[in-house]
């Protein structure tokens, strides 16, 4: 990309997250994740209400009286994002590309970390760990974060998400947020993400498109796979082709959800069609009711 195309971009994408971020629910992302664990914050003397299993004893023996420990949450979180740029995120049929909701939401969440003074990386993949950037504060380092996303020229053709978790597993070494950008058009990652899931707060966010459940009605088309370059011939007129795709992908979905939740993993979903940072809102706003 061409760097005179590159700062507009960038520049509307940090001047439309920062409105968003401030405007709207910069006061909401903290409020919906949990700080990583509890520190130690004072000792103070016991009272009825207090949990006993965390009275000090040693102060307790010193000063003959009963004294407990008091905690409080960290609040510091560390946000890590996982980033798929393999080819199929550059299809839409609607105003935007899978990729340009991509670009707005990744740009969303890392103003929405930074202002809140928090730490914010990404792992960018397609079949291959493209780039990896690790977690920092600070405006400069969102700007760029979002840079590499737009620009980073990419090698691999298809997606391996397993891989990218995998190299999260190994990276991150305390309890943080893990969001996941996606069109998950990919198989054999859940294993990985059950390990997880088991210690950060994870969210998928699936980016679709309408051609996702519907095939258009055309004549015979060619077709073929950005990522296998596989060639599939089909009739959008026929009936019977256009259930078969509906009801392949309208399955994929449900069984995305499914093996989410199963996982105690939130899900967003954020069609082409959709503006992406009202997605945010709105998905946000709701996690901040039921905490």
């Known amino acids: 990309m061409n760097r005179l195309d590159l700062y507009p971009q960038v520049r509307n994408l940090r001047l ?3 409105k968003v971020v401030e405007g709207i629910y910069s006061g909401n992302y903290r409020s919906v994740f949990k700080g990583p664990g509890l520190e130690f914050d004072e000792v103070r003397e016991y009272s009825p209400t207090d949990d006993s299993r965390f009275i000090d004893w040693n102060v307790t023996s010193r000063l003959g009286t009963p004294y407990t420990k008091i905690f ?3 609040r510091e979180l560390q946000l890590q994002m996982v980033v798929d740029l393999s080819p199929s995120l550059y299809a839409g049929n609607g105003p935007m590309s899978k990729r340009d909701i991509l670009n707005i939401l990744f740009a969303n969440l ?3 970390a930074v202002s809140n003074n928090d730490k914010v990386g990404a792992i960018f993949h397609t079949d ?3 780039g990896w950037v ?3 504060k600070g405006r400069n380092h969102a700007t760029r974060l979002i840079q590499d996303c737009l620009t980073l020229d990419t090698q691999g053709q298809g997606s391996d998400l397993s891989l990218a978790l995998r190299t999260v597993h190994e990276s ?3 309890r943080g947020i893990i969001i996941i950008l996606s069109d998950f058009r990919t198989t054999g990652y859940w ?3 059950s390990i997880l899931s088991r210690k950060h707060d994870i969210i998928c966010l699936m980016i679709t498109d309408p051609l996702d459940d ?3 009605r055309t004549g015979w088309l060619e077709l073929q796979d950005p990522e296998t370059g596989q060639v599939l011939h089909a009739f959008g007129e026929s009936s019977n082709f256009q259930q078969v795709y509906h009801d392949k992908w309208t399955l994929h979905k449900l069984h995305w959800r499914r093996e989410c939740r199963r996982r105690g993993i939130e899900t967003l979903e954020v069609s082409t069609v959709d503006d992406p940072a009202a997605r945010l809102v709105a998905f946000f706003n709701r996690r901040k009711a039921r905490r």
């Open 16 to 18: 439309t997250s920062s």
């Open 72 to 74: 409080r949450e960290e």
């Open 110 to 112: 890392t103003f929405a």
């Open 128 to 130: 291959r760990i493209e």
């Open 134 to 136: 690790g977690p920092r």
């Open 172 to 174: 991150m070494k305390h």
């Open 191 to 193: 294993q990985e993400l």
């Open 214 to 216: 519907y095939f258009p």
